[in-house]
């Protein structure tokens, strides 16, 4: 490994005049589990590293009026763990435990699973499906962009050099709400998703008063399948739309084939996990 400046901000303000100051030459640390592998294989070779643990805002984990409040820095353990999350942001809760080994986790955080930006990120699909807003501090202040316009390709996002991710921020779920994700993979531990699927549904009334479908690994980016959404909204769920749902988002899926699985795996895949995540989240809700 090359050796590099390391920087030791203690607010967001001071990491973002290093990274204002350093340009693309600076990568930011947080829980380390994604930049230092790939330093380490000279993937990537910052000249300054700006090690974010000094930030306390970063960590933050908690309700407000508004919903909850996630630091980028949070990591997934914490989130695995949380009373709040586990009962109201159940597909988050079990998003988290899926990310590596208990000793990853421990490390692995929030912002550096949806930074990163690998298609088959696990975080990302329940925060798309909760309407989570990314919470972005630059030069020029602080910007709020929903999740599903952050990925915008492979390892790439809306982030510019000198901007920040801060916090992801979830709203609170309706009443009568319930999720559930779930991935495929050829191991059960210590792997990545051949796809993974979460949905969140609303009752009310006997229908569906919202409904959210969010793939991963079946593209370059994690995406909602909205055709499978309005499919669901406000109508009976019964098992047929709950089927007709689940082809809708075979439809939006854009798979590859590699030594994983090939497309047409993955395209049932999507249907497989799209009709189990929905009878989940629907048991959840209470329907």
Not at 114 to 122: E, G
Not at 135 to 143: D, K
Not at 208 to 223: E, T, Y
Request: aromatic residues 2%; glycine residues 8%; contains cysteine.
């Amino acid at each position: 490994m090359r050796r590099f400046e390391l920087a030791l901000p203690r607010s967001i303000d001071e990491a973002l005049r290093v990274l204002s100051d350093r340009g693309p030459d600076a990568k930011l640390l947080a829980g380390g589990t994604d930049l230092l592998p790939q330093m380490k294989n000279g993937l990537l070779k910052p000249a300054c590293v700006v090690d974010l643990s000094g930030v306390g805002r970063i960590r933050t984990l908690e309700p407000d009026a508004r919903g909850l409040r996630v630091g980028a820095a949070v990591a997934a353990r914490a989130l695995e763990r949380d009373t709040v999350v586990r009962s109201a942001y159940t597909a988050l809760a079990e998003s988290a435990a899926l990310v590596g080994s208990i000793q990853v986790r421990n490390l692995a955080t929030l912002g550096g699973n949806l930074c990163n930006a690998a298609p088959s990120a696990d975080m990302a699909p329940p925060l798309l499906a909760l309407d989570a807003l990314a919470v972005i501090a630059g030069p020029r202040g602080e910007r709020r962009v929903p999740l599903a316009d952050f990925f915008t390709g492979v390892r790439r996002t809306v982030l510019g050099a000198d901007e920040i991710l801060v916090e992801i921020a979830v709203p609170v779920p309706a009443a009568r709400s319930g999720g559930h994700y779930l991935r495929h993979t050829p191991r059960r531990e210590l792997d990545i998703a051949v796809v993974g699927v979460a949905s969140q549904v609303t009752l009310s009334d006997g229908v569906c008063a919202k409904a959210r479908i969010a793939l991963a690994a079946v593209a370059p980016v994690p995406l909602r399948a909205h055709e499978a959404e309005q499919a669901l909204e406000g109508k009976p769920v019964t098992p047929e739309a709950i089927e007709r749902a689940a082809e809708l988002a075979v439809g939006v899926a854009r798979p590859i084939s590699d030594q994983r699985g090939s497309a047409d795996y993955r395209r049932h895949l999507v249907r497989v996990l799209t009709r189990r995540t929905l009878r989940a989240a629907l048991s959840r809700a209470g329907g």
